[in-house]
Antibody
Framework: QVQLQESGPGLVKPSETLSLTCTVS??????????WSWIRQPPGERLEYIGY???????NYNPSLKSRVTMSVDTSRNQISLKLSSVTAADTAVYYC????????????WGQGTMVTVSS | DIQMTQSPSSLSASVGDRVTITCRASQSISSYLNWYQQKPGKAPKLLICATSSLQSGVSSRFSGSGSGTDFTLTISSLQPEDFATYYC?????????FGQGTKLEIK
Protein backbone atom coordinates (compact mmCIF):
# COMPACT_ATOMS: atom_id res chain seq x y z
CA GLN A 1 0.00 0.00 0.00
CA VAL A 2 1.05 3.61 -0.41
CA GLN A 3 3.34 4.92 2.31
CA LEU A 4 4.81 8.36 2.86
CA GLN A 5 8.01 9.17 4.72
CA GLU A 6 9.18 12.66 5.64
CA SER A 7 12.86 13.42 6.03
CA GLY A 8 15.01 16.45 6.79
CA PRO A 9 16.83 18.30 9.57
CA GLY A 10 15.19 18.28 12.97
CA LEU A 11 16.80 21.55 13.98
CA VAL A 12 16.86 24.77 11.97
CA LYS A 13 18.29 28.13 13.00
CA PRO A 14 16.11 31.25 13.02
CA SER A 15 16.07 33.15 9.71
CA GLU A 16 17.25 30.06 7.80
CA THR A 17 15.30 27.86 5.40
CA LEU A 18 13.53 24.68 6.50
CA SER A 19 13.79 21.94 3.85
CA LEU A 20 11.86 18.68 3.99
CA THR A 21 11.35 15.81 1.57
CA CYS A 22 8.48 13.33 1.41
CA THR A 23 9.21 10.02 -0.30
CA VAL A 24 6.26 8.08 -1.66
CA SER A 25 6.50 4.28 -1.78
CA UNK A 26 4.02 1.69 -2.97
CA UNK A 27 2.56 4.15 -5.44
CA UNK A 28 3.35 7.07 -7.70
CA UNK A 29 3.24 10.81 -7.17
CA UNK A 30 1.79 10.89 -10.69
CA UNK A 31 -1.22 8.75 -9.78
CA UNK A 32 -4.47 10.04 -11.21
CA UNK A 33 -7.03 11.18 -8.69
CA UNK A 34 -4.60 12.36 -6.08
CA UNK A 35 -2.40 15.25 -5.18
CA TRP A 36 0.04 15.95 -2.33
CA SER A 37 0.01 18.25 0.64
CA TRP A 38 2.03 19.48 3.59
CA ILE A 39 0.41 20.06 6.96
CA ARG A 40 2.00 21.04 10.25
CA GLN A 41 1.07 20.84 13.90
CA PRO A 42 2.78 23.07 16.47
CA PRO A 43 3.07 21.46 19.91
CA GLY A 44 -0.35 21.29 21.56
CA GLU A 45 -2.05 23.12 18.70
CA ARG A 46 -4.38 22.31 15.85
CA LEU A 47 -3.33 21.10 12.43
CA GLU A 48 -2.43 23.78 9.90
CA TYR A 49 -2.60 23.38 6.12
CA ILE A 50 0.59 24.61 4.44
CA GLY A 51 -0.23 23.91 0.81
CA TYR A 52 -0.55 21.32 -1.94
CA UNK A 53 1.06 20.35 -5.20
CA UNK A 54 -0.06 18.30 -8.19
CA UNK A 55 2.38 16.04 -10.04
CA UNK A 56 2.22 18.60 -12.85
CA UNK A 57 3.77 21.15 -10.49
CA UNK A 58 0.63 23.20 -9.97
CA UNK A 59 0.54 24.54 -6.42
CA ASN A 60 -1.72 26.15 -3.84
CA TYR A 61 -0.28 27.73 -0.70
CA ASN A 62 -1.86 28.96 2.51
CA PRO A 63 -1.90 32.77 2.21
CA SER A 64 -0.55 33.02 5.76
CA LEU A 65 2.66 31.31 4.60
CA LYS A 66 2.65 31.98 0.88
CA SER A 67 5.50 34.47 0.82
CA ARG A 68 7.82 31.94 2.46
CA VAL A 69 6.72 28.56 1.01
CA THR A 70 7.92 26.68 -2.02
CA MET A 71 6.78 23.16 -2.92
CA SER A 72 8.13 21.00 -5.70
CA VAL A 73 7.70 17.50 -7.08
CA ASP A 74 10.31 15.10 -8.46
CA THR A 75 8.50 12.40 -10.37
CA SER A 76 11.71 10.49 -11.15
CA ARG A 77 12.43 10.09 -7.44
CA ASN A 78 8.76 9.87 -6.42
CA GLN A 79 9.24 12.70 -3.97
CA ILE A 80 7.68 15.98 -3.01
CA SER A 81 9.52 18.68 -1.15
CA LEU A 82 8.83 21.67 1.06
CA LYS A 83 10.93 24.75 1.65
CA LEU A 84 9.97 27.35 4.23
CA SER A 85 12.21 30.39 4.38
CA SER A 86 12.99 32.90 7.13
CA VAL A 87 11.83 30.59 9.89
CA THR A 88 11.14 31.68 13.44
CA ALA A 89 10.27 29.85 16.63
CA ALA A 90 6.62 29.97 15.52
CA ASP A 91 7.49 27.50 12.77
CA THR A 92 8.44 24.83 15.31
CA ALA A 93 6.05 21.95 14.63
CA VAL A 94 5.59 18.39 13.48
CA TYR A 95 5.47 18.51 9.71
CA TYR A 96 3.39 15.95 7.82
CA CYS A 97 3.08 15.15 4.17
CA UNK A 98 -0.20 13.67 3.06
CA UNK A 99 -1.93 12.33 -0.02
CA UNK A 100 -5.14 14.10 -0.95
CA UNK A 101 -8.11 12.51 -2.68
CA UNK A 102 -9.14 14.59 -5.68
CA UNK A 103 -12.83 13.70 -5.23
CA UNK A 104 -13.35 15.31 -1.84
CA UNK A 105 -9.98 16.90 -0.92
CA UNK A 106 -9.58 14.69 2.14
CA UNK A 107 -6.13 13.76 3.41
CA UNK A 108 -6.37 9.99 3.13
CA UNK A 109 -2.78 8.85 3.72
CA TRP A 110 -0.28 10.57 6.01
CA GLY A 111 3.40 10.23 6.66
CA GLN A 112 4.50 9.61 10.24
CA GLY A 113 5.55 13.24 10.60
CA THR A 114 8.85 14.84 11.44
CA MET A 115 9.50 17.25 14.29
CA VAL A 116 11.28 20.44 13.30
CA THR A 117 12.54 22.78 15.98
CA VAL A 118 13.62 26.33 15.18
CA SER A 119 16.28 27.40 17.63
CA SER A 120 19.74 28.88 17.66
CA ASP B 1 -10.46 31.67 5.92
CA ILE B 2 -13.27 29.40 7.10
CA GLN B 3 -13.08 28.91 10.87
CA MET B 4 -13.89 25.47 12.26
CA THR B 5 -15.01 25.14 15.87
CA GLN B 6 -15.47 21.83 17.65
CA SER B 7 -17.37 21.11 20.83
CA PRO B 8 -16.64 19.96 23.33
CA SER B 9 -12.86 20.45 23.44
CA SER B 10 -12.59 17.49 25.76
CA LEU B 11 -14.89 14.71 26.77
CA SER B 12 -14.76 11.91 29.32
CA ALA B 13 -16.69 8.75 28.53
CA SER B 14 -16.79 5.06 29.32
CA VAL B 15 -16.38 2.00 27.16
CA GLY B 16 -19.74 1.24 25.59
CA ASP B 17 -20.98 4.83 25.68
CA ARG B 18 -22.44 6.60 22.66
CA VAL B 19 -20.56 9.82 21.99
CA THR B 20 -21.26 12.77 19.72
CA ILE B 21 -18.77 15.47 18.71
CA THR B 22 -19.93 18.62 16.99
CA CYS B 23 -18.13 20.74 14.40
CA ARG B 24 -19.36 24.14 13.26
CA ALA B 25 -18.10 26.10 10.24
CA SER B 26 -18.04 29.90 10.10
CA GLN B 27 -19.86 29.74 6.75
CA SER B 28 -21.64 27.11 4.73
CA ILE B 29 -19.34 24.38 3.47
CA SER B 30 -22.04 22.19 1.91
CA SER B 31 -20.95 18.61 2.67
CA TYR B 32 -17.19 19.20 2.37
CA LEU B 33 -16.37 18.03 5.87
CA ASN B 34 -13.89 15.34 6.89
CA TRP B 35 -13.11 13.73 10.25
CA TYR B 36 -9.76 12.45 11.53
CA GLN B 37 -8.61 10.49 14.57
CA GLN B 38 -5.20 11.19 16.07
CA LYS B 39 -3.48 9.20 18.80
CA PRO B 40 -0.52 10.59 20.79
CA GLY B 41 2.66 10.72 18.75
CA LYS B 42 0.92 9.47 15.61
CA ALA B 43 -0.29 11.01 12.39
CA PRO B 44 -4.00 11.70 11.95
CA LYS B 45 -6.08 8.96 10.35
CA LEU B 46 -8.94 9.74 8.01
CA LEU B 47 -12.20 8.29 9.33
CA ILE B 48 -14.96 9.95 7.34
CA CYS B 49 -14.95 12.12 4.23
CA ALA B 50 -17.66 14.21 2.62
CA THR B 51 -19.62 14.36 5.89
CA SER B 52 -20.72 10.74 6.03
CA SER B 53 -18.60 8.49 3.81
CA LEU B 54 -16.74 5.97 5.93
CA GLN B 55 -13.19 5.24 4.85
CA SER B 56 -12.38 1.66 3.96
CA GLY B 57 -11.36 -0.31 7.02
CA VAL B 58 -12.90 2.11 9.52
CA SER B 59 -15.32 0.59 12.01
CA SER B 60 -19.03 1.10 11.41
CA ARG B 61 -19.20 2.39 15.00
CA PHE B 62 -18.23 5.71 13.45
CA SER B 63 -20.78 7.77 11.57
CA GLY B 64 -21.06 11.36 10.41
CA SER B 65 -23.90 13.67 9.53
CA GLY B 66 -24.75 17.29 8.83
CA SER B 67 -24.61 19.89 6.10
CA GLY B 68 -24.10 23.60 5.67
CA THR B 69 -22.44 24.77 8.87
CA ASP B 70 -23.22 22.09 11.47
CA PHE B 71 -21.80 18.58 11.52
CA THR B 72 -21.51 15.69 13.95
CA LEU B 73 -19.32 12.67 14.44
CA THR B 74 -20.94 9.87 16.41
CA ILE B 75 -19.28 6.83 17.92
CA SER B 76 -22.03 4.35 18.68
CA SER B 77 -20.33 2.22 21.33
CA LEU B 78 -16.93 3.36 22.53
CA GLN B 79 -14.12 0.84 22.45
CA PRO B 80 -10.78 1.20 24.25
CA GLU B 81 -8.99 1.97 20.98
CA ASP B 82 -11.30 4.94 20.30
CA PHE B 83 -9.81 7.12 23.02
CA ALA B 84 -7.95 9.74 21.00
CA THR B 85 -8.26 13.28 19.68
CA TYR B 86 -10.68 13.93 16.84
CA TYR B 87 -10.41 16.73 14.29
CA CYS B 88 -12.82 18.01 11.70
CA UNK B 89 -11.52 19.63 8.50
CA UNK B 90 -13.30 21.60 5.80
CA UNK B 91 -12.37 20.95 2.18
CA UNK B 92 -14.84 23.46 0.70
CA UNK B 93 -12.20 26.07 -0.04
CA UNK B 94 -8.53 26.74 0.44
CA UNK B 95 -6.87 27.29 2.76
CA UNK B 96 -8.24 24.03 4.14
CA UNK B 97 -8.78 24.44 7.88
CA PHE B 98 -9.13 22.16 10.87
CA GLY B 99 -11.04 22.36 14.11
CA GLN B 100 -9.15 22.70 17.37
CA GLY B 101 -9.73 19.06 18.23
CA THR B 102 -11.82 17.10 20.73
CA LYS B 103 -9.86 14.98 23.17
CA LEU B 104 -11.82 11.88 24.14
CA GLU B 105 -10.66 10.46 27.44
CA ILE B 106 -11.58 7.43 29.50
CA LYS B 107 -13.87 8.15 32.46
Amino acid sequence: QVQLQESGPGLVKPSETLSLTCTVSGGSVSSAGYYWSWIRQPPGERLEYIGYIYYSGSTNYNPSLKSRVTMSVDTSRNQISLKLSSVTAADTAVYYCARVQDTDDAFDIWGQGTMVTVSS
Amino acid sequence: DIQMTQSPSSLSASVGDRVTITCRASQSISSYLNWYQQKPGKAPKLLICATSSLQSGVSSRFSGSGSGTDFTLTISSLQPEDFATYYCQQSYSTPFTFGQGTKLEIK
